[in-house]
């Protein structure tokens, strides 16, 4: 009787996560049916790919190490001061975290482009004559500063994870023997929050190694995803291609491996959990001042993107201006009659749909195994389920485009199949997660109690586990779904043509528009942010704390 | 109502064995006790009753009918768990409720035994209340409600009291044998609290590694404990080493540097001339100043004396060194510390070494 359900679940994996992955390592290390290292020598021969791959790891180390200067006083201030305007700080974090950097550049552009409000701005107080270059100076500055602004508060969320689960004791015990503070901060708090800042340092890292949407936006060609996007949309199966996917992979699941064990490593030092409240202090006042600018900076940093955006979607049309001279809603009305833009909406809505549903049932499968089941299977689906943290959306979008090929589920004849496992694929750690921490905080003994009065296992699932599992499920299923509605990189690669576009492909298309297409897709963008703001302030809400362990490796 | 037959019952998990070769019979209507050290394997005997637990090896019968396949819903054992296990999102109403509603009951017939099964325990009044809203002792009730009302062929618990503060536990205690005399239902009850069993069991089974050291009614383990763990885990017991000087009939003669004593044998082969312990019960003692020597009479001196209200407790050193702890009623205290007294031992018992 179980033995369907863990054949469906071996299948999922086998056909959309394993057959891609060997059809790709196939097509790198085969050349003509035998083994060969060929493909990878004339990858290394190639001075682009050579300078996209430096690029690229050159944007990614800056990203992390920008990012971790900036969450671990956050975090700090977090979880150990007690001020107003906590909430505002979660927040604002949180709207860094919804605008993908993909929308987000486009507001960027339209204020730092060579006649963009900046520029007009420098020349009209006669700071400057010439408009500056800001952004084809230094492209990579750009790039790096955009994933920054949108990645440091899953660092953030990792580090105030770690730092509350902390139990106040151990500080105090290290106070008590006469530790001074920063001897009890090197030797106590920051040994035990490593692991943590390591987990989520290593999935901001691959993000930063992987991210298609801000290159492309920015238009910088020489790193890593731009090169594997352009192989993956024309079509030709080049094996230096295939090498630059094997080398993302290898590199990913490497980091992530690593990330793995850092935070396993941990387990069982936290036994005193349970009634676990940090201490909070109020903050010293002649730091105040300091603190009040450095917020002031944060915000405006963090808000610039949000309000380029919204000066976009809202303004009439926007050229040779400081700021919009008409504003209008028109934009927003036009999301569902432009025709790119409505399909865009509704294919999203459909695809999210679709797999948010897949990522629950499998979810919640793959959970009830790894927390209830017996033996050794359920560890291993969960193992298998969390890989797609460490599976670039690109490299997924390549094996798929060239895997399915000539199949049925073809992306050229028809991307809905591969369109919606593939967000299935990628967004199901964050759905286990959920519902593994669910399981663990519903002691056994609940269930057990459900039995011992005669219930029925399916019985006991829908009368007790369930409902106490509905709030993480819920959490789960809306991150699923928000992000798989602004999913990037496969949307972008998966969908070639127009009635199957889902929403970052419409953007991408909509941009291209001279008319007003940067405006209809700054309006997409401002709905998706905010129904991506809401969905997390919701998770959070569901999730409390935990909310940071989802996004760890 | 049901019997329940333990029979060879073992429990292995790889190498280590938590259980094994144990046979038990409770008879109908027994309220009967598991009692050991943590690690005996008390909580996995009660769980495989229950069938959360497959046994490796050997059988348990409900009546005459085996269990083994049986899955816990369909045993009809009402169990009440260490932490209550009372489901958050349901009420105490529906917590009650909920096996009535597996069990198909109607509405007006579920209302009526719920509020029964509540006022049983006290709860009466409490319908409508989350369980988180509720105090340990509270909880309990309501999990020993729950566990009532379908009217289990066994009622099972396990250390239901162990979460509770002392006072509230000796009247929950009262109470739940009040309970199950009235509902003469076969329980079977797991703890590690001696006091708990002796009060209210009608047999009692001693677990220790694995395996049932004695099994008797409180008397039974307290008088005459099959060796000296059980004379220990059922009761405070002094043990001081000897000889065992001569046998006459059930009674032996053992003496040592601590003395010489007359002492039963309850357990274990005791030969003339052998290595033995001998053990007695600190409040079968008595502080004698003067006494006639002899066999029965220990000298030694007060080291320390501690007032616990209405007794009082002596610990006098022996010759030879051994340590015995004597307690008295609370008018008999005239001995500070430091006195040379004279300890008269009426009952000993002895065990082989």
New interface residues.
Partial sequence: MRAVPIFLLAAFFLTFLVWPVAHVLGGAFLVDGAPSLGAFSLAFQNDVFVRSIVNSLVVAFAVTFLASVVSFPLAHLFVHYEFRGKGLLQGLLLSAMVLPPFVAAIGIRQLFARFGSVNLALMELGVTDEPIDFLGGHPLLGVVLMETLHLYPILFLNVVASLSNIDPSLDEAAESVGASRWTRFRRVTLPLVLPGWFAGAIIVFIFALTDLGTPIVFDVRDLVPMQIFERATEGSRDPVGYALVVIVLALSLVLFLLGRRAVSRRTGQQATKGSVVARTRPIPPRVKPFLALGFVVLVVVTLLPHLAIALVAFSEKWFFSIVPEHFSLKHFGRVLTDEIAYVGVKNSLIYAACSTAIDLVLGVGIAWLAVRGKGRLGAMFDAVAMLPLALPGIVLAFGYTYAFSKTPIDPLRDPFVLLVFGYAVRRLPYVVRAADAGFRQV?V??E??????????W?TLR??TL??LAGNLLAGGLLAFSFAMLEVSESLILAPTEKDFPIAKAIYVLLGDIADGAQIASAMGVIGTVLLLYSLLAASRLLGKSLGELFRS | MTRVRVEQLAVRYGPTTVLDGIDVEIGDGEFFFLLGPSGCGKTTLLRSI?G?IEPSGGRILFDDRPMHGT?????????V???Y?????LSVFENVA??LD??KVGKEEKARRVREALKLVKMDGFEERPPNRLSGGQQQRVALA??LV?EPAVLLLDEPLSNLDAALRVELRAEIRDIQRRTRRTAVYVTHDRAEALALADRIAVLKDGGIEQLGSPEDLYDRPASPFVAGFVGDANRVEGRVAAAEGDRFVVEGPFGTVRARATGGAVTAGGAALAVFRPERLRLDGSGDGGVGTLTGRITRRTFLGEVVQHDVELEGGAVVRVLSLGGDTAHPEGTAVRVRVDDALVFPV
């Fill in positions: 002691p003994a609940l057990e109690a459900s039995k011992n009065l005669g219930a029925s296992g019985t009368r007790v409902p106490l | 229950a959360f899955p816990p819903a369909k045993r009809d054992c009402g169990m768990f260490q932490n296990a009372l489901w958050p999102h909920f096996g597996v069990r729950r566990a379908v």
